[in-house]
């Protein structure tokens, strides 16, 4: 199973990031997806999940701002973030299954910051 994250960066409240993973090693149409965050000194945390009919799922502080997708065909998962706060800063991982205990790539960092 191999995760790999790209996307993150630096950007200045109320902006925008969209967030890749290129997943590889097992059968990605066959699996619940999920991204999650892991804020310096904090524990990681769940953010959002889709399911194989492709139903999505949201933490509440990010729902209506936080779009999950993937593309079946490219084996891809995306998590487009819209109105970015301060509090979004973490590093983001792509993870195989529901819960944060899932496999999970290394990580993109998104800042963001004035």
């Known amino acids: 199973v191999q995760l790999v994250e790209s996307g993150g960066g630096l950007v200045h409240p109320g902006g925008s990031l969209r967030l890749s993973c290129a997943a590889s090693?097992?059968?990605?149409?066959?699996?619940?997806m999920s991204w999650a965050r892991q804020a310096p000194g904090q524990e990681i945390e769940w953010v959002s999940g889709?399911?194989?009919?492709?139903?999505?799922y949201y933490a509440d502080d990010v729902k209506g701002r936080f779009t999950i997708s993937r593309d079946n065909h490219k084996n891809m998962l995306f998590l487009q973030m819209n109105s970015l706060k301060p509090d979004d800063t973490a590093v983001y991982y792509c993870?195989?299954?529901?819960?944060?205990?899932?496999?999970r790539g290394q990580g993109t960092q998104v800042t963001v910051s004035s």
């Open positions: 090693g097992f059968i990605f149409s066959n699996s619940h």
């Open positions: 889709i399911n194989i009919g492709g139903t999505t």
């Open positions: 993870l195989r299954g529901r819960t944060v205990q899932s496999t």
